[in-house]
C-alpha cells in the first residue's frame, strides 16, 4: 500500500529535489519497452519469453536510468517514487520462498524522480519514499540487467483517471528518451485472471479463441499507429473486454505508445499466449 511523503512536507520535498534535477547527458534517442510480464516466477525462470526479454536488453546500449510503468503500482493521483533505495516488493503470495527471497537492489534516482515532477504538466505528481519496485518491474529487470547497477525508479498509475490522460500524460517524458533513460511498461495485453486456465499452466503456449482474437486485434492497431482506437479500447468489442476486464495491465501499453515519434519502427515479441487468458506479447519501438 502506497506511503506517500505527508503533505505538510511535500512542498520542501519537491522543491529539494527539483534542485538536483540535472538532465541526463543528452544521447541517441533510447528505444522504449511494453514488456508482457506474466508470472512472477519468470524472474527465475529461463523460458522463451525471459530469453525474448534477454534478447532485447542486449540489444540496447546501457541506460543512464531506467523509468518503469507497472501494473502493479496504482494509486490516488501521481507519484514517482524518489528514495535513494527502493525496496524490492513481493506483492504476491502463494509462491515458492526462493522467488521471496530474490532481491533486486538498484539504486533509486531522486534527480530523476524530480525532472519527472517539472516535465509533467497535466497533473501534480507526489514524491513517494516508500513503495520502491514491485514485481512488475523487477521480476524483469533481475533478468535483462542482473546487475542490478542502473538506477530505476517507478511513475505509478492514477487508478481515478481515463485512457486518454494516462496517454496524454505519457508524452511529457518524450525528452527523457534522449537523456539515456529506457521508459518500460510493464503489464499484459491480455489479462484475465479469473478465466485463468489452470490446467494448462504447464503448457508452453495455450489461449482460448477470445484471448487469441484480443492480442491478434490490439497488435494490428499498435502496428497500424491507430492510438485512437487503442484508447478507446471499450469499444473494440466483446473479445477486449474479456482481455481488458480491469485497466491496469493495459494503460502501460498506453505510456509507450504515446513516446512513439513518427516512422519508428514497432518491433513485437514474445507474441504468445499463455494459461488461455494472457498473453505475453511485448512491443519495442524505436
Not at 526462493?98 to 538498484?106: I, N, R, T
Request: charge should be negative; glycine fraction near 8%.
Amino acid at each position: 500500500m502506497l506511503t506517500a511523503i505527508p503533505a505538510t512536507g511535500l512542498a520542501s520535498k519537491v522543491e529539494e529535489i527539483k534542485k538536483i534535477a540535472g538532465t541526463f547527458p543528452s544521447q541517441g534517442t533510447m528505444p522504449v519497452l511494453f514488456l508482457g510480464h506474466g508470472s512472477p516466477m519468470n524472474a527465475l525462470d529461463d523460458n522463451q519469453f525471459v530469453k525474448g526479454w534477454k534478447s532485447v536488453g542486449l540489444s540496447l546500449e546501457k541506460p543512464k536510468a531506467i523509468l518503469c510503468i507497472s501494473a502493479h503500482w496504482e494509486t490516488s493521483g501521481t507519484f514517482v517514487t524518489a528514495m535513494e533505495k527502493p525496496r524490492t516488493i513481493h506483492d504476491f503470495g502463494g509462491f515458492p520462498q526462493e522467488l521471496f527471497d530474490v532481491q533486486y537492489p538498484a539504486p533509486g534516482s531522486p534527480s530523476l524522480a524530480g525532472e519527472t515532477v517539472n516535465l509533467i504538466t497535466k497533473t501534480k505528481v507526489g514524491l513517494d519514499d516508500q513503495w520502491g519496485l514491485d514485481h512488475g518491474c523487477w521480476s524483469l529487470l533481475k533478468q535483462i540487467f542482473p546487475k542490478a547497477d542502473i538506477p530505476v525508479i517507478q511513475l505509478s498509475l492514477d487508478r481515478r483517471q481515463p485512457a486518454q490522460f494516462h496517454y496524454d500524460l505519457a508524452k511529457e517524458l518524450v525528452s527523457l528518451r534522449t537523456e539515456g533513460v529506457l521508459i518500460i511498461g510493464s503489464g499484459n495485453l491480455v489479462h484475465n485472471l479469473r478465466l485463468v486456465a489452470w490446467e494448462k499452466i504447464d503448457y508452453p503456449e495455450y489461449g482460448f479463441d477470445w484471448a487469441l482474437e484480443a492480442d491478434a486485434m490490439m497488435k494490428k492497431l499498435i502496428l497500424a499507429d491507430d492510438h485512437r482506437q487503442l484508447i478507446n479500447y471499450p469499444s473494440l468489442g466483446k473479445s477486449v473486454e474479456l482481455a481488458v476486464p480491469t485497466p491496469e495491465h493495459y494503460l502501460p501499453l498506453l505510456y509507450v505508445l504515446a513516446l512513439k515519434e513518427a516512422d519508428e519502427q514497432v518491433t513485437i515479441f514474445n507474441d504468445k499466449a499463455v494459461m488461455g487468458s494472457l498473453t505475453m506479447t511485448s512491443v519495442k519501438i524505436g
